[in-house]
């Protein structure tokens, strides 16, 4: 599967299941104030609605003042983000790590893709894709582009967590933040969060290499319409929490760009000069496939099968002489 199709359908499918949960949470409290006590809502409350509740509020209380609980939100989704942190550089390196190995191999795949476009049997098309396959397998590239969705898997019962303190907490869901209620969707702050992650976006793809800065205009807005969309249809307690990750994010991008990213092309380019790109496709290794031939032997494996006819020679003439020797 396309590796631009593989993005979209796990970050698409992580939407789904957290707007079903959300809406699921919204419909059971319209129907019934109270806090859930049994089914899936019920344990989501008690597990992590609850805590949050909890952290939340003696927050505030130590805080004190009239946006007290607002600013309890503020610094637990802060103390969170942090926490989270670690583990989206961690991302970030791995994904950085592969698109800087991509350059190095995008002659070849530019080669492939244009023989795709050419190819018009059904069993040339086969051929290529699995070239493309091999370019990706013999390099030790990932199809994912080294992304990963654990990041956001993990904010989701976090993202429940704060939705439901807010919607079962009286002083939480009717405290406000500089006039505005917690309780209720606010435009002003799904605005002001969203812009900070199409400031993180942009960053994002500034270190992207510019052969793939096309393919990745579309992926990138996929965060912000995200936030957007959570933020503008939910209350403004959850749109906070969005607002201080904006924050976070673009702070962990400005050190992406100018610590991780450089650290990591000198890395690479170190790598690439000790260890080459190995050569899988060649144009005459397409031309063959389009032409109707089979796909001849990649640069290596030639240079393979070639010691290895050389090694049985060997073994054949020495065989030949033991029994020579066995003769006399």
Same mark, same amino acid.
Do not use: F
């Given at each position: 599967m396309n590796k631009k199709y593989v993005k979209y359908l796990s970050v698409l499918s992580l939407v789904l299941v957290l707007t079903l949960v959300l809406t699921g949470c919204?419909?059971?409290?319209?129907?019934?104030?109270?806090?859930?006590?049994s089914g899936p809502y019920g344990i989501v409350y008690k597990w992590i609605g609850t805590p949050f509740q909890n952290l939340?509020?003696?927050?505030?209380?130590?805080?004190g003042g009239?946006?007290?609980?607002?600013?309890?939100?503020v610094i637990i989704s802060f103390i969170v983000r942090l926490v989270l942190v670690p583990l989206s550089l961690n991302q970030q390196y791995k994904s950085t790590t592969q698109q800087e190995k991509m350059r190095a191999v995008q002659p070849q795949l530019k080669m492939v893709q244009a023989a795709q476009k050419k190819a018009k049997d059904p069993t040339a098309q086969q051929k290529i894709s699995a070239l493309m396959m091999d370019v990706y397998k013999q390099n030790n590239?990932?199809?994912?582009?080294?992304?990963?969705c654990l990041p956001l898997l993990l904010q989701m019962p976090i993202l429940m967590g704060i939705y439901q303190a807010v919607q079962y907490s009286k002083e939480i869901a009717s405290a406000t933040f500089l006039n505005i209620p917690l309780g209720k969707p606010s435009i002003v702050i799904a605005i002001i969060?969203?812009?900070f992650y199409v400031i993180q976006s942009w960053m994002s793809l500034q270190i992207v290499p510019p @052969?793939?800065? $096309?393919q990745m205009q579309s992926m990138i807005m996929i965060s912000p319409l995200m936030t957007f969309f959570f933020s503008i249809f939910l209350s403004a307690a959850l749109a906070l929490y969005f607002l201080v990750g904006g924050v976070v994010i673009v702070i962990q991008q400005l050190?992406?760009?100018y610590i991780v990213t450089p650290r990591i092309r000198k890395q690479t380019d170190e790598d690439l000069a000790k260890h080459p790109v190995k050569v899988v496709v060649t144009q005459e290794m397409l031309d063959s496939i389009l032409n109707g031939g089979a796909a001849p032997s990649s640069p290596e494996g030639s240079a393979k099968k070639a010691e290895e006819?050389?090694?049985?020679?060997?073994?054949? @003439?020495?065989? $030949?002489?033991?029994?020579n020797r066995n003769k006399k």
């Open positions: 919204a419909q059971q409290n319209a129907a019934n104030l109270h806090a859930p006590t939340i509020l003696k927050t505030a209380q130590t805080i009239k946006n007290a609980y607002a600013w309890g939100i590239l990932s199809l994912t582009g080294g992304m990963g969060a969203t812009l @052969e793939q800065r $096309k050190i992406t760009n006819k050389e090694l049985h020679k060997n073994i054949r @003439e020495l065989n $030949k002489g033991k029994q």
